[in-house]
């Protein structure tokens, strides 16, 4: 099962080096995320959301792959490749995979302009070493997915960290 946690940050470069940092915990299994996107709020007030994978890429590729085999049945691979390639990348854009972009934008949405938020679907975790690598970096809890006694605990639990880090 996994859990979703929304986090959120003064600024859009904040919370891109959280997601790296934790992408490297990833490195040393402290940390397993599905999915960790950031969703920015603009200062012209729209909401751009900056995702881990790019699925139009990935279609874009699979499209490809499939559109030359099967252009190659009708003696036209490039012909078949290019409109393979078109016809994945769209199907890409338009799916949705990890956290839920509609709701990443309500959440966006609530950001002060020029604010960020990291959203994390997490499988599993090291939670008392994870929290002491991020917190340095700051950051609020918007939203999880937990129960409100083990939202309450990972809250202090970040409070703690974060007083700690202060002090070195």
């Known amino acids: 099962m996994s859990t979703l946690v929304a986090i959120s940050y003064p600024d859009v470069d904040t919370a891109k080096k959280v997601r790296e940092r ?9 940390i397993t995320i599905a999915d960790a996107a950031v969703a920015e709020q603009r200062k012209d007030g729209k909401i751009k959301l900056h995702q881990m ?4 890429g990935r279609g874009a590729v699979w499209g490809t792959l499939w559109g030359g085999l099967i252009g190659m049945l ?23 995979i990890g ?3 509609h709701f990443m934008r309500d959440v966006g949405a609530k950001l002060q302009p020029g604010g960020a938020a990291l959203f994390l679907l997490v499988m599993q975790s090291t939670p008392d070493k994870v929290i002491a690598e991020v917190a340095q970096y ?3 809890i918007l939203q999880t997915s937990l129960s409100a006694a083990a939202e309450d605990d990972l809250r ?3 409070e703690a960290a974060q007083a700690a880090h202060k002090d070195d």
């Open 53 to 56: 994978v790019s699925t139009t």
């Open 74 to 96: 009708f003696l036209s691979p490039l012909l078949g490749a290019a409109v393979g390639a078109a016809a994945g990348a769209a199907s890409g854009a338009s799916a949705d």
């Open 99 to 101: 956290v839920n972009d």
């Open 138 to 140: 700051g950051g609020e």
């Open 156 to 158: 202090e639990a970040v």
């Open 22 to 30: 934790l992408i490297e915990l990833e490195r040393t299994n402290l």
